[in-house]
T-cell receptor, first 111, second 114 residues
Framework: SQQGEEDPQALSIQEGENATMNCSYKTSINNLQWYRQNSGRGLVHLILIRSNEREKHSGRLRVTLDTSKKSSSLLITASRAADTASYFCATFTGSARQLTFGSGTQLTVLP | EAQVTQNPRYLITVTGKKLTVTCSQNMNHEYMSWYRQDPGLGLRQIYYSMNVEVTDKGDVPEGYKVSRKEKRNFPLILESPSPNQTSLYFC?????????????FGSGTQLSVL
């Protein structure tokens, strides 16, 4: 069953702008991860945030986690055309030996 | 180069004709998993394996089989494919103690069952 739901489903911005996408989940988590998928290719791990963390940075990526609202956001600053991809959140609950993925946000960065 | 290799990249078959999608990783990972990706549904886990000879069902195992005879290989078997198994399939692996923190994905297999 789907745990994470990304919002918006699709996002189109100009190069240089910031992109924000959100993920909501249903049950308590141990950690939440973000992955990127270039068109039809395999997913690539971007960043992980643990349930006891509120914010994490990696290069141009900033992830926040609000466990009280069961939501996370991924901010990509100063976007580039190469950031065009689908972005998925994935949660690990501990009760199941798997990550559960959302349906993704399709980001298009226009040059 | 550390990688997860899936073959074939594209496969078109007919209903009922048994097929195998291979997955191999060269990172000595204990954990391996198969996902299918369908529009609007994200990735759903089919089967996973915590180590050699240890496999377990994911969320959508019906119509699929797996085996884990060697650490590096985790083939996905469709004994009698049906059109509803048309999908994009991904194999993933991870160190056994990190399977919940980071998955390494293959490039995917696009399967069409006619």
């Amino acid at each position: 069953s789907q745990q994470g739901e990304e919002d918006p489903q699709a996002l189109s911005i100009q190069e240089g702008e910031n992109a924000t996408m959100n993920c909501s989940y249903k049950t308590s988590i141990n950690n939440l991860q973000w992955y990127r998928q270039n068109s039809g290719r395999g997913l690539v791990h971007l960043i992980l945030i643990r349930s006891n963390e509120r914010e994490k940075h990696s290069g141009r990526l900033r992830v926040t986690l609000d466990t009280s609202k069961k939501s996370s956001s991924l901010l990509i600053t100063a976007s580039r055309a190469a950031d065009t991809a689908s972005y998925f959140c994935a949660t690990f609950t501990g009760s199941a030996r798997q990550l559960t993925f959302g349906s993704g946000t399709q980001l298009t960065v226009l040059p | 180069e550390a990688q997860v290799t899936q073959n074939p990249r594209y496969l078109i078959t007919v209903t009922g004709k048994k097929l195998t999608v291979t997955c191999s990783q060269n990172m000595n990972h204990e954990y391996m998993s198969w996902y299918r990706q369908d529009p609007g549904l994200g990735l759903r886990q089919i089967y996973y394996s915590m180590n050699v000879e240890v496999t377990d069902k994911g969320d959508v195992p019906e119509g699929y089989k797996v085996s884990r005879k060697e650490k590096r290989n985790f083939p996905l078997i469709l004994e009698s494919p049906s059109p509803n198994q048309t999908s994009l399939y991904f194999c993933a692996s991870s160190p056994g103690d990190k399977f919940n923190e980071k998955l390494f994905f293959g490039s995917g297999t696009q399967l069409s069952v006619l």
